[in-house]
């Protein structure tokens, strides 16, 4: 009888309920398991919306550049086409239609299954029209507007590029960027 006493005095109990005791598992209580969720949703919910920011950011950047190279390419092709003309698209500028290449295969579209042969780089669309032997236009739309980029990209003959912020096709008299 006395073990038994001994056994439940206010002493164990209290070891036992403050978790200092034998009594104490190992793990974690639920509203601490809850906690640790909420924070990592948190921080996940901040650190998103500035990655898929700068994403964008980087395609659109991107996507400026390959406008660029893109205008270079004809630039290069009429000066040294004679007599002078821009190509009839752009896989005129790639192999194996022209060696050296002005550009590479899959920025000239070349075995494209877009529409019109539009290359497809980091998101956005490139398509480019000849319009006459001494004009022509190229353009940059985000594939998906809004996901992989905001802006739209649109250059000719005269070396100036043009963006829009709207969800339609840049054009000449869009702000100028370059």
């Given at each position: 009888?006395d073990?038994?006493?001994?056994?439940?005095?206010p002493?164990?109990?209290?070891?036992a309920m403050s978790g200092?005791g034998?009594?104490?598992?190992?793990g974690?209580t639920?509203?601490e398991?809850?906690?640790?969720v909420?924070?990592?949703?948190?921080?996940?919910?901040?650190?998103?919306?500035s990655?898929?920011?700068?994403?964008?950011?980087a395609?659109?950047s991107?996507?400026?550049?390959?406008v660029?190279?893109?205008?270079?390419?004809c630039?290069t092709?009429?000066s040294?086409k004679?007599?002078h003309?821009?190509p009839?698209d752009l896989?005129e500028?790639?192999?194996?239609?022209?060696?050296?290449?002005?550009?590479?295969?899959?920025?000239a579209g070349v075995?494209s299954?877009n529409?019109?042969g539009?290359?497809?780089?980091?998101?956005?669309?490139f398509?480019y029209?000849?319009q006459t032997d001494?004009?022509?236009?190229?353009e940059a739309?985000p594939k998906?507007y809004?996901l992989t980029?905001?802006k739209?990209?649109?250059s000719?003959q005269?070396?100036?590029?043009?963006?829009?912020?709207d969800d339609?096709?840049a054009?000449a008299?869009d702000?100028?960027?370059q």
């Amino acid at each position: 009888m006395d073990a038994v006493l001994e056994d439940s005095s206010p002493c164990r109990f209290e070891e036992a309920m403050s978790g200092t005791g034998p009594r104490r598992r190992g793990g974690f209580t639920l509203v601490e398991m809850m906690v640790v969720v909420a924070v990592i949703a948190t921080i996940i919910a901040i650190a998103i919306p500035s990655f898929l920011t700068s994403r964008m950011q980087a395609n659109e950047s991107t996507a400026v550049a390959n406008v660029t190279t893109m205008r270079n390419a004809c630039q290069t092709y009429y000066s040294q086409k004679s007599p002078h003309a821009y190509p009839g698209d752009l896989t005129e500028l790639a192999l194996p239609k022209i060696s050296p290449p002005y550009l590479d295969q899959g920025l000239a579209g070349v075995g494209s299954t877009n529409p019109g042969g539009a290359s497809e780089r980091e998101g956005y669309l490139f398509t480019y029209a000849k319009q006459t032997d001494d004009a022509f236009e190229l353009e940059a739309r985000p594939k998906a507007y809004g996901l992989t980029g905001r802006k739209s990209f649109y250059s000719n003959q005269t070396s100036i590029i043009t963006a829009t912020t709207d969800d339609r096709s840049a054009t000449a008299n869009d702000p100028q960027i370059q």
